[in-house]
């Protein structure tokens, strides 16, 4: 059972995420709403910045792409943000924007990768230790920005982390440079789209994008395999 013990770096950071989303969700009610405008002017910019940084430093522009538009065709055929609306909808309505948006923030970057398999190889995780304490306060602005959608992805981040942590356990090494590069640099389109959203220059479904990680994902095990 030790491979239970290598989760609880991701088991602190998504309750983190989970208490703070809420608190900022619950504490919305008592700020005023030219506050909560500027923001979420604010968040969005954050988001183009941190976004355009990620995608940046790619070395396969082609593929990346080619994901997206993969992972585009495959979230809108089965529908993924309509799913997920209908499904949280009798719920809390609008949950759903914020879910999707707390989790890309969460989950995209070098510090989820890296510190993932920090924790899945067995060493003092200090990474996701540092991102629970940076998700924490994110999640509280989202949540008062976004709604207690922010709360909910809480879930897929464990579901996401733990994934990681274990593929580390399993397999007993790091992911490549050129593979942690490439999933960030996917990793910040779909932050910049999300930047957009929320600036509301142009609405889109970005759940509908998530399987471009699944097709990236694909092409980079190819990759690595023809090496």
Known sequence: M???WVLWPSGVNALTVLVAGWLGWYGRRYLP????????????VFLLALGMGLVLPTRAPLVLGLSLLGGATLGEGLGLEARLNAWLGGKCAGASAGMS??????????MTLLGSFEAGLGQFPLILLQKTLMDGVAALLLGSTLGVGVAWAAIPLFLYQAGLTLLAYGWGQGLPETVVREVNALGGLLLLATGLDVLEIK???????LPAFLVQGVWLAWAQGMR
């Open 2 to 4: 030790a491979w239970l």
């Open 33 to 44: 709403a030219a506050l909560l405008e500027r923001w979420v002017q604010g968040l969005g």
């Open 101 to 110: 948006r707390g989790f890309l923030l969460f989950c995209v970057g070098a």
């Open 203 to 209: 609405k889109m479904p970005v759940v509908n994008f």
